[in-house]
């Protein structure tokens, strides 16, 4: 059962779908304390990524806490939030409506050279590079689904959005 304001809640679901912005405003509206995913644990500057035991410890020390936000989590240490957590915020969404998210608001930082996290900034170097973020988004986005899907059976409290509308309408009800 998810409670009326669920103090523990991690958001999902794939690249672009608008994980971020959603955690944002859910924890602005309860005043629940925001992690950012890929800023605060994922990665350091010059886009090089955090040890992974380091980002190992940091998740076991959120999770233990009474309350917070995640915009997101790592699979590889999934295991060690998701039990802790009250809700799954899972945003569902058609590959086309997250795909064309992506790419707009890639091609807004390039131009604009809009930092990401720690100093980053995407460039067309990084949009068309092996691990690029469009090319994560095509990666993931059937095992995201599938995860989404599998956290629902295996009896998870996950709160699953397949529409913007329907979050939108979710999220105001805290922001009264």
């Not at 998740?59 to 809700?87: G, N, Q, T």
């Amino acid at each position: 059962m998810i409670p009326i304001t669920p103090q523990r809640v991690v958001f999902f679901g794939v690249t672009g779908s608008g994980k971020t912005t959603a955690a944002e405003r859910y924890a602005a509206a309860t005043g629940l304390p925001l992690t950012s995913v890929d800023s605060d644990i994922g990665w350091l500057p010059g886009w090089a990524e955090r040890d992974p035991a380091e980002q190992l410890r940091m998740v076991e020390e959120i999770a233990s806490r009474d309350a917070w936000v995640l915009d997101s989590f790592y699979r590889k240490w999934s295991d060690h939030l998701i039990p802790r957590a009250e809700v799954i915020v899972a945003l569902d969404y058609p590959r086309w409506l997250s795909l064309s998210r992506l790419v707009r608001r890639t091609l807004r930082r390039m131009v604009l050279r809009e930092e990401v996290c720690n100093g980053n900034t995407e460039t067309f170097r990084r949009v068309i590079a092996h691990d690029s973020i469009i090319r994560w988004h095509f990666t993931s986005f059937a095992s995201k689904r599938r995860r989404i899907l599998e956290y629902q059976d295996a009896g998870l409290p996950v709160l699953r959005f397949t529409r913007p509308r329907d979050l939108e309408q979710w999220l105001r009800s805290y922001e009264r």
